[in-house]
């Protein structure tokens, strides 16, 4: 979903105009609102997996320093890059962390791993729910939902894109749900 968001961010004029000759005319406006306000939370969704990942790769890259590892800023690195595939990211990271644990003593790969699980725990439990909710404005429970229900219907694929769904379905429906009670004049 980050790379949807990022190439939907550059592509957003022609998107929209492609979407838009879909509207009648009578929704056009209603249509605009709704598409700035997404395209707004698609911005905030990026950020927030910015800020996630530069996290996570900070993290790791203070733990490989703190235990004696070579290139702590390199791995640090990896472990952010990586970290940008969510929940599984810094999983994947922590791969060459350990392997380069593991070429100085076991013990080490083993402390590397543990400590790059530790992190990615904290964050992706604790802290990814609250960034990301404050970013696409939605409460962090409901984050944590949108992960499960989209891991539950669509596997990995299904959590790349669970929250920015769940963030769109609240901007439509905050925008319809009002009109359903306005009185006609």
């Given at each position: 979903m980050f790379i949807v968001a990022f190439?939907?961010?550059?592509?957003a004029p022609a998107v929209r105009r492609d979407l838009r000759r879909f509207v009648p005319n009578d929704y056009r406006t209603d249509f605009d609102q709704i598409w700035r306000k997404?395209?707004?939370m698609l911005y905030a969704y990026v950020r927030g997996q910015l800020v996630i990942a530069g996290l996570i790769g900070l993290c790791s890259g203070v733990a490989c320093w703190a235990i004696g590892l070579p290139d702590p800023i390199a791995l640090g690195l990896i472990a952010g890059v990586t970290a940008l595939i969510p929940y599984l990211g810094p999983f994947i990271g922590a791969v060459p962390a350990i392997l380069v644990g593991l070429s100085q003593t076991p013990g080490k790969a083993l402390l590397v791993a543990l400590l790059y699980l530790l992190?990615?725990?904290v964050i992706l439990n604790f802290v990814y729910p609250k960034v990301m909710g404050d970013a696409v404005r939605l409460p962090p429970i409901l984050v944590?939902?949108?992960l499960i229900a989209g891991f539950s219907w669509g596997g990995i694929l299904g959590m790349f894109v669970a929250v920015p769904i769940a963030a769109t379905l609240r901007i439509l429906f905050d925008h319809i749900y009002p009109r359903l009670y306005e009185r006609p004049a």
């Open positions: 190439l939907l961010a550059l592509e997404v395209r707004k992190i990615s725990n944590i939902v949108a």
